[in-house]
């Protein structure tokens, strides 16, 4: 899934856009790498717990299935809307990472999934998740693993060769060992860490093409389409769907 700056849509702006459309393909479909990060932080009945970069609520809805009295934060509004038709009882704010509104030792659990990558300031990030978790709380975080491991990687490659540009380089925390050395890097220490199967399916052509190339304009979606439908034939299924396995990498830390 790519978004890029077109058509006077970047930033939180672009998430927002798109919200509706993440929500029914790439968030959905991450909720078993969520399950994994509260199965690991134990998070249940009466955990406060604060979900950073929440975006449509996915995880606080599971954590609030538990139990848990649940929060979060996005600085996209079109993402926060969706988060709190889902998950009602959660205190949502319009934030980003660097500056959370909740006072010092707020939160049993602070989680974090696909948001720190965001985040302009590492140092200060941390620090603010620091700053809100209470004295033997938790920090979970996790993020997509490197591109060989998802299936989304060999067409996303596809797409950026047909589209002139270089294939992304897997970022450190993405690759094994990587959230352990960055939690503990930030003075974390780390007590569990793990891998999450993520797989993720699609009943047709246009379904694939419109979740890899979510946020694209018609003329992107006509050129590239075919592209990504070539890449995702080892993944097509008997019925004509397409079925890809993913994997996220998660990380539970003790502050």
Do not use: K
């Given at each position: 899934?790519?978004?890029r700056e077109h058509?006077?849509?970047?930033?939180?702006?672009?998430?927002?856009?798109?919200?509706?459309?993440w929500?029914?393909t790439?968030?959905v479909?991450?909720?078993?790498?969520?399950?994994?990060?509260?199965?690991?932080?134990?998070?249940?009945?009466?955990?406060?717990?604060?979900?950073?970069?929440?975006?449509?609520?996915?995880?606080?809805r599971?954590?609030?299935?538990?139990?848990?009295?649940?929060?979060?934060c996005?600085p996209?509004?079109?993402?926060?809307?969706?988060?709190?038709?889902?998950?009602?009882?959660?205190?949502?704010?319009?934030?980003?990472?660097e500056?959370?509104?909740?006072?010092?030792g707020?939160?049993?659990?602070?989680t974090?999934?696909?948001?720190?990558?965001f985040?302009?300031?590492?140092?200060?990030?941390?620090a603010?998740?620091?700053?809100?978790?209470?004295?033997?709380?938790?920090?979970?975080?996790?993020?997509?693993?490197?591109?060989?491991a998802n299936?989304r990687?060999?067409?996303e490659?596809?797409?950026?060769?047909?589209?002139?540009?270089?294939p992304?380089?897997?970022?450190p925390?993405?690759?094994?060992?990587?959230l352990?050395?960055?939690?503990?890097e930030q003075?974390?220490?780390?007590?569990?860490?793990?891998?999450?199967?993520?797989?993720?399916?699609?009943?047709?052509?246009?379904?694939?093409?419109?979740?890899?190339?979510?946020g694209?304009?018609?003329?992107?979606?006509?050129?590239?389409?075919?592209?990504?439908?070539?890449?995702?034939?080892?993944?097509?299924?008997?019925?004509g769907?397409?079925r890809?396995?993913?994997?996220?990498?998660?990380?539970?830390?003790?502050s």
């Amino acid at each position: 899934m790519r978004i890029r700056e077109h058509g006077g849509v970047s930033g939180e702006d672009a998430w927002s856009a798109v919200a509706a459309g993440w929500a029914a393909t790439w968030g959905v479909a991450s909720v078993p790498a969520h399950a994994a990060l509260l199965d690991a932080a134990d998070v249940g009945a009466g955990t406060r717990l604060l979900d950073v970069g929440c975006g449509s609520g996915e995880l606080l809805r599971l954590a609030a299935d538990r139990g848990a009295r649940v929060a979060g934060c996005d600085p996209a509004s079109g993402m926060l809307a969706l988060a709190r038709r889902s998950v009602p009882v959660a205190d949502l704010r319009d934030a980003g990472t660097e500056d959370l509104p909740w006072p010092e030792g707020s939160f049993d659990v602070v989680t974090a999934v696909n948001a720190l990558a965001f985040a302009e300031d590492e140092e200060a990030a941390f620090a603010e998740l620091r700053r809100v978790l209470a004295p033997g709380g938790r920090l979970g975080i996790a993020n997509w693993a490197e591109h060989a491991a998802n299936d989304r990687g060999a067409i996303e490659a596809a797409v950026a060769e047909a589209d002139g540009e270089e294939p992304s380089p897997d970022p450190p925390e993405r690759l094994s060992g990587g959230l352990e050395r960055l939690l503990g890097e930030q003075e974390f220490a780390v007590e569990i860490a793990g891998i999450a199967e993520v797989p993720w399916t699609a009943p047709d052509d246009a379904a694939l093409i419109g979740a890899v190339l979510l946020g694209e304009d018609a003329s992107v979606l006509r050129e590239l389409g075919p592209v990504v439908v070539a890449a995702a034939a080892p993944f097509r299924t008997a019925s004509g769907g397409y079925r890809l396995m993913n994997r996220f990498r998660w990380a539970v830390a003790g502050s």
